[in-house]
């Protein structure tokens, strides 16, 4: 059982360019997320989609889109990346209920020269 | 606007210590609080989940506190080992949520260190 894989693990980008992170999970999991994990700082939401066909805007979306193309698969695109935007990203799925924890992936590690 | 402050920021401490790390959270409606361990490299992972009504959890060496009036956690680590050494993230829930609400606010974690 793999839990939540998130694709590439590393990548370097340019400024200007444009990407798009991969996450699936395969336990069926209603709602997914998209964080951020700076230096210092705590994970910060940048977007979520509590069901298939439905997102949400987090805490830090600007710079990003989302797209949840089916119930396992939820993917981040950075458009125009900026050195800003270097950071850990990790996806995260979580089965409906109060109680139930989040489910994370290992992250991808994102560096924007 | 709900907060979480964890301390301290780092911690080192020899193998077999015992050790305390603190958050304080003003989220508000409380619905619950997690403890997650995050290794170095990896995504953080669930350790235990406190509910208004507990006061104290355990999992194997972990053991979790909540005071619900003064809005204060504990994860208690007895007698630790090197393996560990990582980032403790202090997660609260608010109520009132609904399933497409869910929005946990975390601390900045504490990076526990343990030396052989």
């Known amino acids: 059982n793999a839990g939540v894989t998130q694709t590439p693990k590393f990548q370097v980008l340019k400024t200007g360019q444009s990407m798009t992170l991969q996450c699936a999970q395969d336990?069926?999991?209603?709602?997914m997320y998209w964080y951020r994990q700076d230096p210092g700082m705590g994970l910060r939401l940048i977007y979520y989609?509590?069901?298939?066909?439905?997102?949400d805007k987090g805490e830090v979306p600007n710079g990003y889109n989302v797209s949840r193309l089916n119930k396992r698969e939820f993917s981040l695109r950075l458009e125009s990346a900026a050195p800003s935007q270097t950071s850990v990203y990790f996806c995260?799925?979580?089965?409906?209920?109060?109680?139930?924890?989040?489910?994370f992936g290992d992250g991808t590690r994102l560096s924007i020269l | 606007k709900n907060q979480v402050e964890q301390s301290p920021q780092s911690l080192i401490i020899l193998e077999g210590k015992n050790c305390t790390l603190q958050c304080n959270y003003t989220v508000s409606p409380f619905s619950n609080l997690r403890w997650y361990k995050q290794d170095t490299g990896r995504g953080p992972v669930s350790l235990t989940i406190m509910t208004f009504s507990e006061n104290t959890k355990s999992n194997g060496r972990y053991t979790a506190t909540l005071d619900a009036d003064t809005k204060q956690s504990s994860l208690h680590i007895t007698a630790s080992q090197l393996s560990d050494s990582a980032s403790y993230i202090c997660?609260?829930?608010?109520?009132?949520?609904?399933?497409?609400?869910?929005?946990?606010?975390f601390g900045r974690g504490t990076s526990l260190i343990v030396h052989p």
């Open positions: 997660v609260v829930i608010a109520t009132g949520w609904t399933g497409g609400s869910y929005i946990p606010t």
């Open positions: 336990m069926n999991h209603n709602s």
């Open positions: 995260a799925s979580r089965k409906d209920g109060s109680n139930q924890p989040q489910h």
């Open positions: 989609s509590a069901s298939e066909g439905t997102t």
